[in-house]
């Protein structure tokens, strides 16, 4: 199975809230490169079709830190195939129409100058990186509030943010803490590097 394939199985039998027939559409829509971008411009997934690739990579850890028995009998966390479903797979959602493809010289095996194609940013809705992800998503169907922070933080202390906001959301939302682990995860030892 093909992982496009594999993305719309998984969506349409797990996210079934209103809504998210729409914003399933617009991520098939011509107006939307989800299934093409990259993942990021120089490190993990940085080729066509990589932000679907590191999507489905996120879903499967998540999936497997979530049925570890520690997991759901020490520390109690559980969460529904659906919300599993939603963080995973459009945690990155805000990559959309972002990445673009620009040309720069380079010297090829033989030491001959060539343009070669590279990725760059041209964010047209520049409004962070997990917030811009929730008001994608909260755009089409609504999120509870578990599952907005999840994403909110899925890049736990890597990001930009005040260290002591995304203690107090791990500790406040487990989930948002499982979701940056799956994250750093699938980003560190599963996703292509090009």
């Given at each position: 199975?093909?992982?496009?394939?594999?993305?719309?199985d998984?969506?349409?039998?797990?996210i079934?809230?209103?809504g998210a027939?729409?914003l399933?559409?617009y991520l098939?829509?011509?107006h939307?490169?989800?299934?093409t971008a990259?993942?990021?411009?120089?490190?993990?997934?940085?080729?066509e079709g990589?932000?679907?690739?590191?999507?489905?990579?996120?879903?499967?850890c998540?999936?497997?830190?979530?049925?570890?028995?520690r997991v759901?009998?020490v520390?109690g966390?559980t969460?529904?195939e659906?919300?599993i479903?939603?963080c995973a797979l459009?945690?990155d959602?805000c990559?959309?129409?972002?990445?673009k493809t620009d040309?720069?010289?380079?010297?090829n095996?033989q030491g001959?100058w060539?343009?070669?194609p590279?990725y760059?940013?041209?964010?047209k809705?520049p409004?962070?990186?997990?917030?811009?992800?929730?008001?994608?998503?909260?755009?089409?169907?609504r999120?509870?509030?578990e599952?907005a922070f999840a994403i909110?933080y899925?890049?736990?202390f890597?990001?930009?943010?005040?260290?002591?906001?995304?203690?107090?959301?791990?500790?406040?939302?487990?989930l948002?803490?499982?979701?940056s682990t799956?994250?750093m995860?699938?980003?560190?030892?599963?996703?292509?590097?090009?």
């Amino acid at each position: 199975m093909d992982l496009k394939q594999e993305f719309l199985d998984i969506y349409k039998e797990n996210i079934t809230r209103d809504g998210a027939d729409k914003l399933l559409e617009y991520l098939l829509s011509p107006h939307s490169d989800f299934f093409t971008a990259p993942a990021s411009t120089r490190f993990h997934g940085s080729y066509e079709g990589g932000l679907l690739e590191h999507s489905l990579n996120v879903y499967h850890c998540l999936k497997d830190y979530l049925s570890r028995e520690r997991v759901k009998s020490v520390y109690g966390l559980t969460a529904s195939e659906e919300t599993i479903a939603i963080c995973a797979l459009l945690h990155d959602i805000c990559k959309v129409n972002l990445y673009k493809t620009d040309y720069r010289n380079a010297k090829n095996e033989q030491g001959v100058w060539e343009k070669v194609p590279y990725y760059t940013t041209d964010d047209k809705l520049p409004y962070g990186h997990g917030e811009k992800s929730v008001y994608i998503i909260t755009g089409f169907m609504r999120l509870s509030r578990e599952e907005a922070f999840a994403i909110r933080y899925h890049m736990g202390f890597s990001s930009v943010e005040e260290k002591g906001q995304v203690g107090k959301a791990f500790e406040m939302f487990p989930l948002a803490f499982a979701l940056s682990t799956a994250d750093m995860e699938a980003t560190y030892y599963i996703d292509g590097k090009k």
